[in-house]
């Protein structure tokens, strides 16, 4: 018998090198970055803001830089009572909704003589042992209660003609990740204003005849009430109309539903001088005007929206008027703030009170001819739009943890 033998052979584990593994290496990179932006604020008859009281303040308008609405505040009289009256207070101040916005500022107070020799508090161009300043909400300040002396200020080249330059600078501090883009095909914008548009031309599929000022239109009942929460009332809610096939609409202009039935369906305005036969602004902000009424009679918040923001862009002597009664009547409070502030101005005033519309003003809106007074008697006496916050923190040009910076002159 023949015996085989059978050799074992051990087995080796299997490695890889290294230059047989597929491998992907990915980065990203942290960004962190201000968004600068600066703004001049004017204070004409300085002297006349004297002696309004420690604590009192002119501002300036509001003006927008990295996403938040912010203010310069100056106190003539000084912000605390301790000081009793000697310095003159300056501060920026967060102007709109916010929580934990940091940012650098930089408060000059610029020389008029030509000197150039600004007095200048500023955190940019600095290294800063606790980083920028937070402001934790809504009115927070950074600034100074003793910016200058007042004795030194009115005997400087600060004051020129009664009149102070403020320059304010802002950088909101922001900070994102950027990483490897992973396509390249850009994506077409939406087209479903179009198709539903195409639908409303064609009048596929309408179930709902809408009598406007005799002349009928054909639309779609959910189409209507998606959009509008009063065609939806209307046509499904408990309290809905008896015959939803056709319903009357009064004290509308064909022209005007015809312009709101164009926004429904596309969801942006139509031309409006070609609507109608329009051939002039004039007649173009008279059909804004009637568009306006018509959205918040429907509860179209964006239409509305896009109504008030044509009118500010065509405020004109002949219009402003009319416009103003509209903006109080729908609580339009942006579009009634511009429309003041046009018909106060000097150069307006004369003419605007010699157009019918500032008789139907007089008439359907008196109270607004008493803010419209307000507004005539700030712009004469040298004043400055001012807004009041609450709960404003008492520094000193010092954050948090009482760093301070100090001023530098140019």
């Not at 809504?138 to 009115?154: A, H, N, P, V």
């Not at 005849?209 to 959009?227: G, S």
């Not at 065609?231 to 004290?251: H, N, S, V, W, Y």
């Amino acid at each position: 018998m023949e015996i085989t033998r059978v050799s074992k052979q051990t087995q080796k584990p299997i490695t890889a090198k290294p230059s047989s593994i597929s491998s992907h290496t990915s980065t990203s990179t942290s960004l962190t970055d201000t968004t600068n932006g600066s703004h001049d604020f004017k204070i004409s008859g300085y002297s006349l803001s004297k002696g309004m009281g420690i604590g009192k303040y002119v501002a300036s308008d509001t003006f927008f830089v990295g996403g938040h609405l912010w203010a310069i505040y100056f106190y003539p009289d000084g912000k605390s009572t301790e000081d009793n009256g000697t310095y003159v207070s300056l501060f920026i101040a967060l102007a709109s909704e916010g929580t934990d916005v940091r940012a650098l500022f930089e408060l000059s107070l610029m020389d008029q003589s030509g000197k150039e020799r600004h007095k200048v508090h500023s955190h940019f161009g600095r290294v800063l042992d606790s980083g920028p300043y937070t402001l934790k909400y809504r009115g927070s300040m950074w600034g100074y209660k003793r910016f200058l002396k007042r004795s030194t200020l009115e005997t400087s080249d600060y004051l020129k003609d009664d009149c102070l330059l403020v320059k304010c600078t802002v950088g909101v501090v922001k900070s994102q990740t950027e990483g490897p883009k992973i396509y390249s095909i850009l994506p077409p914008p939406s087209d479903i204003g179009q198709h539903f548009g195409q639908l409303l031309e064609s009048g596929e599929g309408a179930d709902l005849n809408i009598e406007v000022d005799d002349e009928i239109f054909a639309a779609h009942k959910l189409v209507l009430a998606t959009r509008s929460p009063v065609f939806k009332a209307q046509l499904f809610g408990p309290m809905k109309d008896r015959d939803t096939q056709c319903i009357k609409i009064e004290e509308m202009e064909a022209s005007v539903f015809k312009a709101l039935l164009h926004f429904i369906y596309w969801d942006a305005l139509p031309d409006m001088e070609d609507l109608g036969g329009l051939t002039t602004k004039w007649a173009s902000s008279l059909m804004a005007q009637h568009l306006l009424a018509a959205a918040d009679r429907y509860g179209l918040v964006r239409l509305r929206l896009l109504c008030e923001a044509k009118l500010c862009e065509d405020v004109a002597i002949n219009t402003v008027a009319t416009t103003l009664a509209l903006a109080d009547q729908h609580h339009c409070f942006q579009l009634k703030s511009v429309c003041l502030k046009f018909v106060a101005l000097p150069e307006n005033l004369k003419a605007v009170m010699q157009t019918d519309g500032f008789d139907y003003l007089k008439q359907s809106c008196p109270s607004v001819i008493s803010e419209l007074l307000e507004c005539v008697a700030r712009i004469s006496e040298h004043s400055v739009i001012s807004y009041g916050y609450r709960n404003e923190p008492s520094l000193d040009g010092a954050d948090v943890n009482g760093r301070r910076v100090k001023p530098r002159i140019y």
